[in-house]
């Protein structure tokens, strides 16, 4: 008796996603984003990088389920992302999304008491949430007195007492500067080994994709889809220092390639402003 | 125009028909309310007169006076207190609080002062106005951009050059602000001050209207103010938005 | 800077201010003004007598009364013209309009509705408090930042949790500036209707004092509204500061 083993299921699955926007008065229709066909596998880092309007952050918003595509399936653990974000799901915005009326603790722990947790429960995974942040000192401040990266630290702790799946990020690092980001990139890549989550990245950055990911997906300007999806190879513990490795530079200048004449095209397209 | 536009039109419209209506089949009662129509024909018949002409060059030639005096020495305080920062924390609390006042209460000790004229009537317009544009000004040269004043050093302007050509236009959409505002306050306090305590003036006019009974006269008067006053609220609403775009930060989505 | 220093500096402008009233008085004479030393030594004696409760309490009712519905109106209609895009964009302007007419013009109409009395005057104090919070309102729902709604939808919200949890607090110290502004001009709009129809209230009796050119007790009596005004304008102004987060 033959046992096949078989393959596993993926965690995301996107098939045939397609975004239109309508058109409007003196404009044609605008395909935005597709055809894309991408399985995310369970536990796996895959980044998307692009240049800016390219649909990046639209594809995210799709899988979380606060956009419904114009075509196409989006499942997650199997069942189809359809009209509210499913459980098991965080996001983290590339804006601030830290409550100002809230301390940083009230913060962390507002989606959990939304969703009826036991307060000792509450208090267990905000406290281990909030140090592995590095934010015990700033439990009773309150974001306008904190600093850009730490507010994000904070949506990040937000999420994560979620205790999600599946983490999408948008940009997360997109208004910290260089070195800051390549930390956080450190801490992100704690994060994804503790929680064993599957971890979908948007960042436009390239060096912080390779870095940080499995997987990298270089997607066009306008209508997105994936010119190609590079496998890092990288061992699953890694960090910053890895930009030293060969490859590092060989994979870079494959992405660039893609990429190189698409964000020229961007620019093109969008140094016009909308009067 | 845009959709806005035209739903407020058709607001105000609906709002007069129905008055209209209301008046004529006697659900408003004609001793409190003439119908709109009759305020209009009211209105353009006194536009006619002399008195109403010689009323609305005391009203709009006091309110002028009023924001011309207001415009200028609430910019020429603003830049010096903005430039006295230690004046500027002491004057804190009584510019926060200028507003919270009745400062009407103090047209009687005016008047006490100068006797009935236009003078206190000026200086009531002029009281109201000029501390709207003093935060106004203070509010703009806060948000002149530090870079701003570092890129006239290396372009080695004089002090005069950069107030004129960098300081000036970007505290512009602030004050004008500041002049919209004041617009506004110097009409409150001109009319109402002619209202509670005038010889002449499209205030006292509609006050003596009313005390004589003559709900035509006090209609049309009050058409005539509420027309005005709307359409230089539209006029500079209109040049606001215009000002604002241009010296939009942030780029355009 | 030291908070010693800046109080000072405060009482000092307050001395200048002082001082000018004095010289005002030097200027003037006692037919048109009253020093300041014996009109504050007055207000004290006023704020002391029985004789004079009647009228801050008449005020004070109408003032109360005047701010509910100003608070209640101004919430009605400017959360309900925030809650669309069009409904703000057609109903603003209007508002603004409003904010700018002089209201007082208005004021023969408001008597001839309500006759003479406590209603004219809490209508009168309505219709200049109600248009800032309205104002505010709207703005504070139209400027609600979308990215805090989107986090409310991922970590799952029902829609009442997200106007609970989320669009209250976010709009609160907005809300809060605009019923300060509504608080100052409610209290205006009363004052001012009990100078033309009452026969208590502290208006009243600076109108009564003016015709019997008693010009201490209205000066005196000016200076107790300030006073009040200033005050709770103050208190608020921290309340707001605090929601804002302001140092």
């Known amino acids: 008796m033959t046992v096949s083993a078989a393959a596993p299921e993926p965690h995301v699955c996107l098939s045939g996603i397609r975004q239109v926007y309508p058109a409007t008065q003196g404009r044609a229709p605008l395909h ?18 692009g240049p800016s309007g390219c649909g990046k952050s639209t594809l995210l918003e799709i899988v979380a389920g606060l956009q419904p595509p114009t075509e ?87 999420t994560l007492v979620m205790q999600p799946r599946l983490i999408l990020l948008d940009e997360p690092f997109g208004a910290l500067d260089a070195q800051t980001r390549l930390i956080m990139g450190d801490e992100l890549l704690r994060i994804w080994r503790e929680t064993g989550a599957t971890v979908l990245l948007i960042t436009h950055a390239l060096d912080e994709a390779i870095m940080l990911s499995d997987r990298v997906g270089a997607m066009s300007f306008r209508p997105g889809r994936f010119l190609e999806v590079l496998e890092t190879g990288w061992d699953r513990d890694r960090d910053s220092k890895i930009v030293s490795d060969p490859s590092f530079g060989a994979m870079t200048g494959r992405l660039w390639s893609h990429l190189r004449s698409e964000s020229i095209d961007a620019i093109n397209t969008l140094g016009q402003k909308a009067s | 125009m845009s959709t806005a536009a035209w739903l407020r039109l058709a607001l105000m419209a609906g709002l007069f028909l129905l008055l209209e209506i209301f008046c004529r089949i006697g659900a408003i009662d004609s001793r409190v309310m003439i119908p709109p129509s009759e305020m209009v024909v009211s209105l353009v018949s006194l536009l006619q007169t002399r008195q109403l002409a010689v009323d609305m060059l005391q009203t709009f030639g006091a309110i002028a006076i009023a924001l011309l005096f207001a415009v200028a020495a609430g910019f020429a305080a603003g830049l010096v207190i903005h430039a006295l920062p230690r004046l ?49 000004t203070l509010n703009g040269l806060d948000h002149v951009p530090r870079v701003l004043r570092k890129v006239a050093r290396v372009h080695r302007l004089s002090p005069f050059s950069t107030v004129t050509r960098l300081i000036i236009p970007s505290v512009a959409p602030h004050l004008f602000t500041g002049v919209k505002l004041a617009v506004a306050y110097c009409f409150i306090g001109v009319i109402a001050s002619e209202f509670i305590a005038s010889s002449t003036g499209i205030g006292h006019a509609i006050a003596y209207a009313y005390s004589d009974f003559n709900n035509r006269t006090m209609y049309g008067l009050i058409l005539l103010i509420v027309t005005v006053v709307i359409t230089i609220n539209m006029t500079l609403h209109h040049y606001e938005g215009k000002i604002s775009r241009r010296m939009a930060r942030r780029p355009a989505k | 800077m030291s908070r010693l220093v800046r109080i000072g500096d405060i009482l000092l402008v307050l001395l200048a201010i002082l001082a000018c009233w004095q010289l005002v008085y030097l200027a003037a004479g006692d037919v048109a003004m009253a020093a300041p030393a014996p009109t504050l030594a007055y207000a004290f004696e006023l704020l002391a007598s029985p004789r004079f409760w009647p009228h801050i309490g008449e005020t004070m009712q109408a003032f109360a009364l005047a701010l509910v519905f100003s608070v209640l109106l101004g919430l009605g209609f400017g959360l309900w013209m925030g809650s669309h895009r069009l409904s703000s964009e057609v109903g603003e302007p209007i508002l603004v309009a409003l904010y700018s007419l002089p209201k007082i013009t208005l004021y023969p109409v408001i008597l001839m509705i309500f006759g003479l009395g406590m209603s004219a005057k809490v209508a009168f104090g309505a219709i200049h408090g109600f248009i800032p919070i309205a104002i505010f309102a709207m703005n504070a729902l139209l400027n609600i930042r979308p990215v805090l709604l989107k986090a409310g939808k991922t970590m799952n919200l029902s829609p009442q949790q997200i106007v609970t949890t989320i669009m209250l607090p976010a709009t609160l110290p907005e809300i809060t500036s605009g019923i300060r502004i509504g608080f100052s001009l409610t209290l205006l709009g009363v004052v001012i209707g009990e100078m033309f129809a009452s026969k208590r209230g502290l208006g009243y009796v600076i109108v009564h004092a003016i015709e019997f050119a008693d010009t201490q007790t209205m000066l005196a009596v000016t200076v107790i509204l300030f006073t009040f005004a200033a005050l709770s304008n103050a208190l608020l102004l921290r309340l707001d500061n605090t929601l804002h987060r302001r140092p």
């Not at chain 1, 199997?78 to 999304?97: L, M, N, T, Y």
């Not at chain 2, 501390?131 to 106004?136: E, K, L, T």
Request: glycine share 10%; aromatic share 14%.
């Open chain 1, 32 to 49: 935005a984003l597709g055809p894309i066909n991408l399985d995310l596998r369970q536990g796996e880092f895959f980044s998307v990088v």
């Open chain 1, 72 to 158: 196409g399936t989006a499942t997650f653990e199997g069942r189809p992302v359809v009209g509210s974000v499913p459980e098991g799901i965080g996001v983290v915005f590339q804006e601030d999304a830290s409550f100002p009326w809230l301390t940083v603790w009230d913060n962390a722990a507002f989606g959990v008491r939304r969703a009826g947790l036991a307060e000792a429960e509450v208090k267990r995974r905000v406290g281990h949430a909030l140090s592995f942040m590095g934010l015990n000192d700033f439990t009773s401040a309150y974001p306008s007195q904190l600093s850009g990266g730490m507010r994000q630290r904070v949506c990040i702790a937000r």
């Open chain 2, 88 to 136: 500027r924390r002491a004057l804190d609390p009584f510019l926060a609080t200028y507003y919270a006042v009745p400062l009407f209460i103090f047209y009687p000790v005016l008047i006490a002062f100068f006797g009935i004229s236009v003078l206190p009537i000026i200086i009531m317009g002029f009281a109201f106005a000029v501390v709207s544009v003093i935060m106004s």
